[in-house]
């Protein structure tokens, strides 16, 4: 069983910085991608970033330039480092992990754009 956790959210003011981090347990082998997808109230929940087994990225539009996404595999855990952020990308976070066609998610970490 793989589990996911998710931490770094919080209340930041536009322009600020986040750094999202998700800590994934148990054995993770043959990952196909990982990603950060995020859903604010009222809204579908919409890929934010996403990188695959090799390495390769990919960004929603509106946050390119904006958004970093990482991984560190010898210790299980995915980032997301957001810069300027915007009162739009208010919204709770989630972790996506796919494993041989199976997708594992967090709980989600909830971060808040206002001044």
């Known amino acids: 069983q793989v589990q996911l956790v998710e931490s770094g959210g919080g209340l930041v003011q536009p322009g600020g910085s986040l750094r999202l981090s998700c800590t994934a347990s148990?054995?993770?082998?043959?990952?196909?991608?990982g990603g950060w997808y995020r859903q604010a109230p009222g809204k579908e929940r919409e890929l934010v970033a996403q990188?695959?087994?090799?390495?390769?990225?990919n960004y929603a539009d509106s946050v390119k330039g904006r958004f970093t996404i990482s991984r560190d595999n010898a210790k299980n855990m995915l980032y997301l480092q957001m810069n300027g952020l915007k009162p739009e990308d208010t919204a709770v976070y989630y972790c996506?992990?796919?494993?041989?066609?199976?997708?594992?998610w967090g709980k989600g970490t909830l971060v808040t754009v206002s001044s």
């Open positions: 996506n992990l796919r494993i041989i066609g199976i997708d594992y």
């Open positions: 148990g054995t993770i082998f043959r990952l196909n991608a």
């Open positions: 990188i695959l087994s090799g390495a390769s990225t």
